[in-house]
């Protein structure tokens, strides 16, 4: 393989450039010509690819975002879509993609190889962390400590004025965020899509609290919860407890997307990147890179987009237990 493109596409996740970084850098170092598409998808199809060298990628390995932009593309989902991203490849000669990105990234990938056979190896970029084959995606570290920043604030004040908040993170399908932030700021109950958490349970451990004298609550919602959004769960309660409950909600919303990533994000994001470079380079096709007990793993866009990644439900267990 002579010519390589990388791009970053779906919803943005710190440690993005960390990963575009090691891609470059790695292909440089194997004397691969080594290109950047801008905005995912978007760009393969209006032709916005640059070529790029090792210094393209100085002083990025500590931003958040991505360099090459991102988005979600439409057009690609369509046969029109993706016959244009190919002329606009040859025109520039690449031979293989390393897309980083998340499910719907790696459907297109898919689509793409059985559609005209450019062959590409994934990368995880999401703070969603809900892709099989990788114990962690890029961005949910730092996603995860953004979320914990915000709930640590927000029992001071809540315990200053004896009141229970609602928090809501990220996680359109997956409570990961959910639980690692609710564990590790102390929630007296977190909920994730995952697993149904029924309303009247949600209300005997904000009870058996308030029995205990416990003046302040946290919950933790995931997005995707299926008992709604935070605000509605809030009011459900509201209706049947005590209408004089001081109740408050706040919802984190996009702040768990940027910022800078943490030690941890850069490091996972480097081993991906590279090892997805070089996975292409040495004939991986339509697979993601990930990192399973430590080791660099290879698994197949249809196993990543097809099987769940289950929430431990020994976490969630342990959340009731610990805030007895
Ligand atoms: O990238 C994952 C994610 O942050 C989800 O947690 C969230 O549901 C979604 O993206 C939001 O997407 P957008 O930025 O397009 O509104």
Redesign the pocket.
Known sequence: MKRIAVFTS??D?PGMNACIRAVVRGAVYHGIEVFGIRRGYNGMISGDIFQMTSHSVSNIVQRGGTILKSA?SKEFMTPEGRAKAYEQLKKFDIEGLVAIG?NGTFTGATLFFDEFGIPTVGAPG???NDLYGTDYTIGFDTAVNTALEAIDKIRDTADSHDRIFFIEV???DSGYIAIQSGIAGGAEMVMVPEVLTPIPEVIEILKSGWSRQKSSSIVVIA??EEAGNASDIAEKIRQQVQPDIDMRVTTLG?I??GGVPTAYDRILASRLGLGAMEGLMNGEQNVMAGIVNNELVYTPFRDTIRLPKPISEDLLRMVKILSV
């Open positions: 779906g919803g996740a979600r998340g999401t703070i969603d990220m996680g359109r997005e995707g996009h768990q997307r």
